[in-house]
């Protein structure tokens, strides 16, 4: 009997332990100060630690995981243009730099395959998409082996689940781009090429659903949220639109695209990130002249948006992210000092202020790391 309640007491002792010894490690990029900070998020409280910043060598904007996420990927957008990897460290969160190669462009968004296989860089300045090969060890190949010219301004690129369709917010043109993705990384036009949003919305980023039924895509200008319904060979057909919620509140005019050296003085519509939760019942976008973050529900059998409501968060928030729990949400700001973490309500989706840290120059996008 003593034994066996020993053996009772250390299996409860390790069950209860289980979760302490997961690490969730937050990166966000410091464009102003060429440096990539690291967080450690309390998984219990959502509390953020600044544990250190590690030097990227330049300005140093997107960030992208590997499908394993053992490696970090980070583009310079300050010349030499560069694509930077390092192997993150799942105890410390430090980050060891594995190789840099030259990019073929600016890029002011990467993404990886779920496969392995390829980094993705779509480049605003050059109107291109690039696919670049990478290593068994998780390093970039250069150059290119694929590439795609785009229109003006490509904004964003994604894959889908299966590794065969990637789709490009093309901010210039109010397209979203659907293209096919070959196991050899040459990128061709599906269909034809492009499903259309409202005139002047600026297509920005996209976002697939958990079961890549739909995808979502917010535009810079006219904050407008596009769902679009994927058939069996990826092709896209728009189903419907959500106006931006926080344009009348905060008296906000039409965007404008924003060329390097952009000044306009009147408030305007300024969307930037989308995200889903991980079960696909919440999806968040970040507007930066209003400082917000909007959340709406999604319904589960048509995919539609209900609008939930809207938090300030940190000042001009380009970037945030979602935890894969699908707790906790991170939201830098390009001009606050702290980075902040937010907890999500699992049955509302509401957002409520748990933790910040300190952050550096124009600190932009945010990229979570969990066991």
């Given at each position: 009997?003593?034994?066996?309640?020993?053996?009772?007491?250390?299996?409860?002792?390790?069950?209860l332990?289980?979760?302490?010894?997961?690490?969730?490690?937050?990166?966000?990029?410091?464009?102003?100060?060429?440096?990539?900070?690291?967080?450690?998020?309390?998984?219990?409280?959502g509390?953020?630690?600044?544990?250190?910043?590690?030097?990227?060598?330049?300005?140093?904007?997107?960030?992208?995981?590997?499908?394993?996420?053992?490696?970090?990927?980070?583009?310079?957008?300050?010349?030499?243009?560069?694509?930077?990897?390092?192997?993150?460290?799942?105890?410390?969160?430090?980050?060891?730099?594995?190789?840099?190669?030259?990019?073929?462009?600016?890029?002011?968004?990467?993404?990886?395959?779920?496969?392995?296989?390829?980094?993705?860089?779509?480049?605003?300045?050059g109107?291109?998409?690039?696919?670049?090969?990478?290593?068994?060890?998780?390093?970039?190949?250069?150059?290119?082996v694929?590439?795609?010219?785009?229109g003006?301004?490509?904004?964003?690129?994604?894959?889908?689940?299966?590794g065969q369709?990637?789709?490009?917010g093309?901010?210039?043109?109010?397209?979203?781009?659907?293209?096919?993705?070959?196991?050899?990384?040459?990128?061709?036009?599906?269909?034809?090429?492009?499903?259309?949003?409202?005139?002047?919305?600026?297509?920005?980023?996209?976002?697939?659903?958990?079961?890549?039924?739909?995808?979502?895509?917010?535009?810079?200008?006219?904050?407008?949220?596009?769902?679009?319904?994927?058939?069996?060979?990826?092709?896209?057909?728009?189903?419907?639109?959500?106006?931006?919620a926080v344009?009348?509140?905060?008296?906000l005019?039409?965007?404008?695209?924003?060329?390097?050296?952009?000044?306009?003085?009147?408030?305007?519509?300024?969307?930037?990130?989308?995200?889903?939760?991980?079960?696909?019942?919440?999806?968040?976008?970040?507007?930066?002249?209003s400082?917000?973050?909007?959340?709406?529900?999604?319904?589960?059998?048509?995919?539609?948006?209900?609008?939930?409501?809207?938090w300030?968060?940190e000042?001009?928030?380009?970037?945030?992210?979602?935890?894969?729990?699908?707790?906790?949400?991170?939201?830098?700001?390009?001009?606050?000092?702290?980075?902040?973490?937010?907890?999500?309500?699992?049955?509302?989706?509401?957002?409520?202020?748990?933790?910040?840290?300190?952050?550096?120059?124009?600190?932009?996008?945010?990229?979570?790391?969990?066991?």
């Amino acid at each position: 009997m003593k034994k066996a309640l020993q053996a009772a007491t250390i299996l409860a002792a390790m069950t209860l332990s289980t979760p302490l010894l997961a690490k969730t490690f937050v990166y966000v990029s410091e464009a102003d100060d060429g440096t990539i900070a690291r967080y450690d998020l309390n998984e219990q409280t959502g509390a953020l630690q600044l544990l250190g910043r590690t030097p990227a060598g330049g300005k140093v904007m997107p960030m992208a995981l590997s499908a394993d996420q053992q490696h970090l990927y980070a583009a310079i957008r300050s010349k030499p243009l560069k694509l930077v990897s390092w192997h993150i460290d799942h105890v410390t969160g430090d980050l060891s730099k594995t190789g840099e190669v030259a990019a073929a462009a600016s890029y002011p968004y990467i993404s990886t395959d779920k496969q392995g296989r390829f980094l993705l860089g779509a480049s605003y300045d050059g109107d291109v998409v690039h696919v670049y090969r990478l290593a068994k060890d998780g390093k970039v190949i250069a150059p290119p082996v694929g590439s795609y010219k785009t229109g003006h301004a490509a904004h964003s690129v994604i894959v889908d689940d299966a590794g065969q369709t990637a789709y490009v917010g093309n901010l210039g043109t109010d397209r979203v781009l659907q293209l096919k993705l070959s196991a050899e990384g040459e990128l061709s036009a599906l269909a034809n090429g492009y499903v259309k949003t409202e005139a002047e919305n600026g297509p920005r980023h996209s976002v697939l659903s958990p079961d890549q039924r739909y995808l979502y895509n917010v535009g810079e200008m006219g904050g407008i949220i596009t769902q679009f319904r994927r058939n069996e060979q990826g092709e896209l057909s728009k189903v419907g639109e959500t106006p931006n919620a926080v344009a009348a509140e905060y008296k906000l005019q039409h965007g404008r695209e924003r060329p390097a050296g952009y000044s306009d003085t009147k408030p305007r519509i300024w969307s930037a990130d989308i995200h889903l939760t991980p079960n696909g019942r919440f999806l968040y976008v970040s507007e930066r002249t209003s400082s917000t973050l909007t959340g709406y529900r999604v319904n589960s059998a048509d995919g539609k948006l209900t609008l939930i409501g809207s938090w300030p968060v940190e000042k001009q928030p380009r970037s945030f992210a979602i935890t894969q729990d699908g707790r906790w949400l991170v939201a830098s700001g390009e001009k606050s000092q702290v980075t902040g973490s937010y907890a999500i309500d699992a049955e509302s989706g509401a957002l409520k202020r748990v933790g910040e840290a300190p952050a550096g120059g124009d600190a932009n996008w945010v990229t979570v790391v969990s066991d």
